[in-house]
């Protein structure tokens, strides 16, 4: 039995073609004396591709109930990335891939959330703020302020943001993990 337009919602992971996918656009409508459909698109959590589809009714959508658990981030090796449950010490590997731009997030000892899927680690949710260094940026030049105050840097994890014109290298920085900018120093 399959989901109805109305239970669908953004956010919601689904089972849909026997692959996981989660919902990140949803519009319900309704036309007259129609039934209801609802225009979706689905992200894969496996690969990352992002469908478009219309569904009607209760089509063979069904909800996917995942598991959340705290997991602290412990290395990456190659492609890899590795895991540690705290409650039990096992361990969970995921691959670069299947986190994407996730990756540029995690330093050594972060707490994440993992999301299982019958037991299997499918993908990670990252804290909405992280700590981390800045290893390169120019020096600010003072009455440089025609580009709004504020130059590149880059993060210990390699990422690149714009950074206020005061910030040196070797400054802890605050990111917003849901956009990447700058929160604040820390």
Do not use: C, W
């Not at 007259?32 to 009714?57: E, I, N």
Request: aromatic share 10%.
């Amino acid at each position: 039995m399959g989901l109805s337009v109305s239970d669908m919602s953004k956010g919601l992971t689904v089972e849909y073609q026997d692959e996981l996918y989660r919902i990140v656009e949803y519009e319900h409508s309704k036309r007259g004396r129609g039934d209801a459909f609802a225009r979706v698109k689905l992200k894969s959590l496996d690969t990352g591709k992002v469908l478009s589809r219309t569904f009607k009714g209760k089509e063979e959508v069904k909800k996917a109930y995942m598991e959340t658990r705290p997991l602290k981030f412990l290395y990456s090796s190659g492609e890899s990335y590795h895991f540690m449950d705290e409650t039990d010490y096992s361990q969970f590997e995921i691959l670069e891939e299947k986190l994407g731009d996730k990756v540029k997030y995690l330093k050594d000892n972060l707490t994440v959330k993992g999301l299982f899927h019958e037991g299997r680690l499918v993908s990670i949710e990252l804290p909405t703020f992280v700590e981390l260094e800045v290893v390169d940026t120019k020096p600010g030049v003072k009455g440089d302020t025609a580009s709004g105050g504020e130059k590149p840097a880059t993060l210990e994890t390699g990422l690149e943001i714009k950074v206020p014109l005061f910030l040196k290298e070797g400054a802890t920085v605050k990111v917003d993990t849901r956009d990447g900018t700058y929160v604040e120093r820390v």
